[in-house]
C-alpha cells in the first residue's frame, strides 16, 4: 500500500499569498512505497515558481534513509572535482566585499569544501552547520576542519556565535526548504544589523543552456524554482537588498548557479523584473519528451524491458500509462544494489542480467537522459536483446 499523497498546501515562500496557477503536474511512479509526487506551480500575485501539493515530510525522511548515498566514507580524491571549481569560484566572487577578518558561516556545510577554500584563502574564522551526522567527522578528516557543528537551520540559530557571524552562506540551501519563509525569518531574525548574507541556488535562467533532461529540474529534493528577480523579491521581504549577483557557469550536467549577496543596506531604485524564467524550460522540456514517447510508440508494441530505475523512469511510468505502452512493460531494472527489489509503480525492480538473459529477444527500452548513451554502449556489447533509445544526444 502506498504512501498517499499528503498534499501539503503550501503558500507562496517569496510574497506569502495562496493563489497560484499549475504548470506542470510531477507524476512520479510510486516508489518503495512512497508517492513523491508534486505539482509545480506559479504565484499569480508575485510570479514565484515553486512545488506545492507536496508529500508529507516523513515521506521525505524515509526517502533519504533509504536512498541516501551520502552515508559512505569519504576521501580527498573522492571529493567531485566541480566541488572545488565551485567553491574556488564562490571565493572569487565574495572577496572584493568580505574581508579576511570577518566572521563566516557556512549553514548545510557538507564536509566543508567551501569552508576549507575559505581558510586556504586565508579566512580563519569560520563556522559550519550540517544536519548529516557525519559531516564533522568527514571535514575533520578530509581537510583538519574541527570547526563543524551536527544541527538543522533551527539549532544553528541557537548557537551563540551565530549572532556574531558577519557573512553568512546558505549554499544549495534554499531550494530544498518546505518551510522556507518561516526557517528565513527565523534566521535572518537572528543575524546582526550589518551581517551579509550569501546565497547560491539554481538559476532557473539557465534551465535550458545546455542539453538538458526534460523535466529533469523538477527533482524530488528541489521544491523552489529561483530566478534572480524572485531571490531579490523573496530578501526584500527581510530587509536585504543585493549587493552583487552573478550567474555561474558550471560544466555541462551541473545546472548554472546564481550567487547572489545581500545586505541590509539602503534599498535601491532597481525595478524587480517580472518572472518569466522557466517558460521557455516548459515549453521545451514538453517539445523533448514529446518527441521521445512518439518514438517510444512507434516502436514498443510489443513486450519490453526498461532500464534505469531512476527518476527518469519515475517520471515516464505515467506518460507509459498514459499512451497504453505500462502494458507491455515485463520488467524494469537497474545496476544500482539500493534499487533492486524495491517497488516502482506495478513492478519489482530486477537485476539486469537476471532478466535480460532469461529473455534475449525482448527489446531494452534505456530509461535515462544523462547515461543514455554509455548505456546503449554497454548494453550492445552484453545482450542480443534490440535496444530503444528516446532521444536524440
Ligand atoms: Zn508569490
Not at 520488467?331 to 527489489?341: M, S
Amino acid at each position: 500500500m502506498a504512501d498517499k499523497h499528503f498534499a501539503w498546501n503550501r503558500a507562496c515562500q517569496v510574497c506569502g499569498t495562496l493563489n497560484l496557477s499549475v504548470l506542470y503536474e510531477n507524476q512520479l511512479a510510486v516508489i518503495d512505497g512512497r508517492d513523491m509526487s508534486y505539482s509545480v506551480t506559479t504565484c499569480s500575485h508575485c510570479g514565484f515558481h515553486y512545488a506545492n501539493q507536496l508529500p508529507k515530510a516523513s515521506s521525505y525522511q524515509s526517502y533519504y534513509r533509504s536512498l541516501s548515498k551520502y552515508d559512505v566514507t569519504l576521501s580527498a580524491s573522492s571529493i567531485p572535482e566541480i566541488d572545488n571549481y565551485r567553491a574556488e569560484k564562490v571565493i572569487s566572487f565574495i572577496q572584493p566585499y568580505i574581508s579576511l577578518d570577518k566572521k563566516v558561516f557556512d549553514l548545510g556545510c557538507g564536509h566543508g569544501t567551501l569552508l576549507n577554500w575559505f581558510s586556504m584563502s586565508g579566512w580563519s574564522n569560520i563556522y559550519g552547520v550540517d544536519p548529516a551526522p557525519n559531516a564533522a567527522d568527514q571535514a575533520n578528516q578530509l581537510y583538519g576542519l574541527s570547526c563543524i557543528t551536527t544541527g538543522s537551520l533551527e539549532n544553528a540559530v541557537s548557537l551563540n556565535r551565530l549572532i556574531e557571524a558577519d557573512l553568512i552562506c546558505l549554499m544549495g540551501v534554499l531550494e530544498h526548504l518546505p518551510n522556507l519563509y518561516d526557517d528565513l525569518t527565523l534566521l535572518l531574525n537572528s543575524v546582526k544589523e550589518d551581517a551579509s548574507i550569501l546565497i547560491e541556488v539554481p538559476a532557473c535562467e539557465r534551465f535550458t543552456r545546455g542539453d538538458f533532461e526534460p523535466y529533469g529540474e523538477f527533482s524530488l529534493e528541489h521544491i523552489q524554482f529561483f530566478s534572480a528577480s524572485s531571490l531579490d523579491r523573496l530578501m526584500e521581504n527581510f530587509g536585504f537588498y543585493p549587493i552583487t549577483s552573478h550567474i555561474l557557469d558550471l560544466p555541462p550536467g551541473t545546472t548554472d548557479s546564481l550567487l547572489s549577496l545581500y545586505s541590509r543596506k539602503q534599498k535601491t531604485d532597481n525595478v524587480i523584473a517580472t518572472d518569466t524564467a522557466l517558460d521557455e524550460y516548459m515549453a521545451e522540456s514538453e517539445s523533448k519528451l514529446q518527441l521521445g514517447l512518439s518514438k517510444i510508440k512507434s516502436l514498443v508494441r510489443q513486450p519490453v524491458i526498461i532500464y534505469g530505475a531512476g527518476s527518469h523512469t519515475a517520471r515516464l511510468l505515467p506518460y507509459l500509462d498514459d499512451c497504453q505502452v505500462s502494458q507491455h512493460i515485463v520488467g524494469i531494472v537497474d545496476g544500482n544494489t539500493n534499487l533492486q527489489g524495491k517497488q516502482m509503480g506495478k513492478w519489482v525492480i530486477d537485476v539486469p542480467e537476471i532478466l535480460i538473459n532469461r529473455c534475449p529477444d525482448i527489446p531494452v527500452l534505456v530509461s535515462s537522459y544523462r547515461s543514455q548513451n554509455a548505456i546503449n554502449h554497454v548494453l550492445s556489447d552484453i545482450y542480443p536483446n534490440p535496444i530503444i533509445t528516446m532521444y536524440q544526444l
